[in-house]
């Protein structure tokens, strides 16, 4: 799985005009899902994307969570995170896992998040052509890949 995390002062998701999911200080999550995927990977990286300390303390530095904080997740699946570029221009999404499995995956990973203690998750619509708005805090952008802490 890999997640793309950014630090925000409020984010949105749209569906044909209209809002869908949206969250307030906290953290926006893009969410790719990997052919080779498991249960154990949405589980892992929920815990670590609850605990990421990317939040400013009363010193000025990142030494708070979104649990500490108290703040919102909005979570969008993105298969295009998945993308092998290696050959040519054009991305190739077949390492993308199927859709069904991948949406049941999305839908666990989101669970785990509320599991950890993050209050208020919202969604996107898993497939769905979305138009998302983002105020972005730092911006401070994170980078996670289950399969770096396989090896």
Known sequence: MKAVIQRVFKASVAVDG??????????????????ND???????????????RIFCDKKDKM???????????????????CADTSKGNRPSYMHSMEPN???????????QLLLQGVKNVSTGEFGAD?????????????VLDTDTWRK
């Open 38 to 52: 498991t249960i154990a990977d949405a589980e892992l990286l929920a815990k670590k994307v609850a605990a990421l």
């Open 130 to 142: 979305m138009k998302i708005s983002a105020e972005l805090n730092g911006p401070v952008t994170i």
């Open 18 to 35: 209209s809002v869908i999911g949206s969250a307030n200080e906290g953290i926006f999550v893009l969410l790719g899902v990997h052919e």
């Open 63 to 81: 030494n708070l969570s979104v649990l500490d904080i108290s703040g919102d997740a909005l979570v969008v699946s993105n298969f295009t995170l």
């Open 101 to 111: 499995k991948a949406d049941e995956l999305y839908r666990y990973f989101v669970e």
